[in-house]
């Protein structure tokens, strides 16, 4: 099983821009698809990103399209999560996800999560 450590969130105005990497461990760190979801209060916990085990495919939801770009690094085992014109409503945590496979199928493991709260 994937462990992944996400970092990179805080606390940014609305239109501004902030980055989050998830870290994870393992050696076949390049086999697996990975991705993002949120959750924010009291809503459920929905799809923000994927991206395939190469990089060359993406997938976004429709809310976050042409604002977020997902990347993978995989000499560093490392994705991330490059958030520009944010707004309020894009407040949550954030959780780093791994696919079982390398596509974006079924989810295999979580991160424990990072709050990026977008002013207003």
């Known amino acids: 099983q994937v462990q992944l450590v996400e970092s990179g969130g805080g606390l940014v105005q609305t239109g501004g821009s902030l980055r989050l990497s998830c870290a994870a461990s393992?050696?076949?760190?390049?086999?697996?698809?990975m991705g993002w979801f949120r959750q924010a209060p009291g809503q459920e916990r929905e799809f923000v990103a994927a991206i395939n085990w190469s990089g060359v495919y993406t997938y976004y939801a429709d809310s976050v399209k042409g604002r977020f770009t997902i990347s993978r690094d995989n000499t560093k085992n490392t994705v991330y999560l490059q958030m520009k014109n944010l707004k309020p409503e894009d407040t949550a945590v954030y959780y780093c996800v791994a696919y079982l496979g390398t596509s974006w199928d079924q989810v295999g493991s979580w991160g424990q999560g990072t709050q990026v709260t977008v002013s207003s």
């Open positions: 393992g050696r076949t760190f390049s086999g697996h698809a």
